[in-house]
């Protein structure tokens, strides 16, 4: 089983999560990581899996006018002008054999708060033709981070998760779409 995990990372910290995740994913799956500037776009390799990641920005994925923001603020990581929003926006719609994961990293003073990069995600992968499998928040004490304690530790659980989930999901092939997807690239 493949899965890429593409991640927009502006202060390091969900590169972090984004490595931990692949980490747990890699105890079953093979594994490409990729910062979302350099992710393939259409996707034309056979994939299982695909996680994304990206921090919450103003309670959704970030945006231009957010990234520079950031990096006016700091931020050596990352791109101002290729986002997760905009690497999503140039996938096509489905169907797709492909499953996906949301995740995101947001300060833990708003955790509590509905919006999140991997909810915005999960509804733009949904309305894509994807099938969603998961979606998680991960915690950084500031806009900067670092992390709290104990989230790579989460991040790379629920990467362990995600895997068998993978794994459960496959045995079955429940989805003729995707049986004759996986069929035709085995051939």
Avoid at 63 to 91: C, M, N, S
Avoid at 105 to 121: C, D, I, N, W
Avoid at 125 to 135: A, P, Q, T
């Amino acid at each position: 089983m493949r899965a890429l995990i593409v991640y927009e990372s502006m202060f390091g910290n969900t590169e972090e999560v984004a490595t931990a995740v692949a980490r747990g994913l890699a105890d079953r799956l093979e594994v490409e990581l990729r910062e979302v500037s350099e992710a393939p776009s259409p996707i034309t390799e056979f994939l299982d899996l695909i996680v994304v990641g990206g921090p919450t920005h103003a309670l959704s994925m970030s945006k231009p006018a957010t990234r520079a923001d950031a990096i006016r603020q700091g931020a050596e990581h990352g791109h101002e002008e290729v986002g997760l929003r905009e690497w999503l926006a140039g996938l096509p719609r489905g169907p797709h054999s492909e499953m996906v994961a949301t995740f995101d990293t947001r300060a833990e003073q708003v955790k509590h708060l509905p919006g999140s990069a991997a909810k915005k995600a999960s509804r733009l992968v949904d309305r894509l033709g994807y099938e969603l499998i998961g979606r998680e928040s991960f915690y950084v004490n500031d806009i900067s981070g670092p992390l709290e304690l104990g989230e790579l530790g989460r991040a790379e659980a629920w990467g362990r998760h995600l895997a068998m989930e993978m794994a459960l999901r496959l045995v079955g092939e429940t989805s003729p779409h995707r049986a004759a997807h996986r069929a035709a690239h085995r051939s």
